[in-house]
């Protein structure tokens, strides 16, 4: 632990900036623009998920439910953190006088912890049930229901909010962040921030592993049975494509706008000799690295609605014309009806 010299919360540590270059760095409007953009993005995409669960079957309710669980996660998500930056961005405050014992720099660690890893773990967990539901369809049930789909998020919320507790019972810091505008998790070489900082980085990055490998075999099998040889007489549904064209454009975001972030956060904290020295003080170029990484992934709470919104099947048949034309009432049942059924 640093000493800050003084009897402020132990989120404060030293950082290499002034509040005149603060001003300069955090612009107001960008900050502002880009949530309203944001939120405005996720709204819509809510309001078309509304509208397409309305008479859609039971199998893609359920994948719908949880791209609406998705979606909400990314608008409270914005809501929440964009709030917080936005109003320090327009009325630059000391957290010294505004936060001395560290409980809203607390909130808004658990926060970012929170609502980074739930699209990622989403992600994986969407994957996981497409993949049973093309390869396995006879070790599941026939079809999800929705209250199930719902308990499936909210475990996947509780996990993340766990993991984002963990700091608070000692296991990792949460400290103010250059350019003083926002609150994270700690690159400092004391062993409870090194075992946060890689538990959030592994669990990350292991979600999304899992993505792209459940999402590679899913493709896959619905690409043989769309050119293989029983294609005559067996073509996947224009709704499992869909899906899966839109799980890949999920997994394909939260690769692009994560990954640099989490393997940053793990090469940092393990780096040798540590990046951060003993008075708690990271060189400028890591900080500024962080900062741009971490503006990086909240694209991601931005793109995900639109992957929705443009990856839908009206979308999908206008770029491809003859998917159309095949037979929509088949599924991978009959493929797959060579093994015995489960009464």
């Given at each position: 632990m640093w000493s800050n010299g003084s009897a402020l919360g132990p989120c404060f540590r030293p950082t290499n900036i002034t509040l005149e270059e603060r001003r300069m760095?955090?612009?107001?409007?960008?900050?502002?623009?880009?949530?309203?953009?944001?939120?405005?993005?996720?709204?819509?995409?809510?309001?078309?998920?509304?509208g397409a669960r309305q008479g859609s079957s039971q199998t893609r309710s359920s994948f719908l439910t949880f791209l609406c669980g998705l979606v909400l996660t990314d608008f409270m998500g914005l809501l929440i953190t964009g709030a917080i930056?936005?109003?320090?961005?327009?009325?630059?405050?000391?957290?010294?006088?505004?936060?001395?014992?560290?409980?809203?720099?607390?909130?808004?660690?658990?926060?970012?912890?929170?609502?980074?890893?739930?699209?990622?773990l989403l992600g994986a967990t969407m994957a996981s049930e497409r993949y049973l539901g093309i390869t396995r369809p006879f070790s599941r049930p026939a079809a999800t229901s929705q209250r199930r789909a719902w308990t499936t998020v909210g475990l996947v919320w509780a996990t993340a909010l766990v993991l984002g507790l963990l700091p608070l019972l000692g296991v990792g810091r949460y400290t103010v962040q250059y350019p003083g505008s926002w609150c994270f998790l700690t690159l400092g070489p004391e062993p409870g921030d090194v075992a946060f900082g890689l538990l959030f980085a592994l669990l990350g990055s292991f979600s999304v592993g899992l993505s792209f490998l459940l999402n590679t075999i899913s493709v896959a099998t619905l690409c043989h049975v769309y050119y293989g040889q029983e294609a005559a007489q067996q073509r996947p549904r224009d709704c499992e494509v869909e899906m899966m064209a839109q799980l890949t454009g999920i997994m394909v975001v939260a690769s692009v706008c994560w990954m640099p972030l989490l393997v940053f956060i793990a090469q940092t904290?393990?780096?040798?000799?540590?990046?951060?020295?003993?008075?708690?003080?990271?060189?400028?170029?890591?900080?500024?690295?962080?900062?741009?990484?971490?503006?990086?992934?909240?694209w991601n709470q931005i793109l995900d609605p639109w992957v929705y919104i443009l990856f839908r099947r009206a979308v999908i048949r206008r770029l491809h014309p003859g998917l159309g034309a095949q037979a929509r009432s088949l599924s991978m049942q009959p493929q797959l009806s060579r093994r015995p059924t489960v009464a």
């Open positions: 760095i955090a612009s107001p409007w960008f900050a502002a623009s880009f949530c309203l953009v944001g939120l405005a993005s996720n709204l819509l995409a809510l309001t078309v998920l509304a930056v936005v109003s320090q961005h327009a009325n630059p405050f000391d957290w010294h006088s505004v936060d001395p014992s560290c409980h809203l720099c607390r909130f808004m660690g658990v926060v970012m912890v929170f609502f980074g890893l739930c699209p990622l904290v393990l780096r040798s000799p540590p990046a951060m020295n003993a008075a708690g003080q990271l060189s400028q170029a890591t900080e500024k690295q962080l900062l741009i990484y971490l503006r990086v992934a909240t």
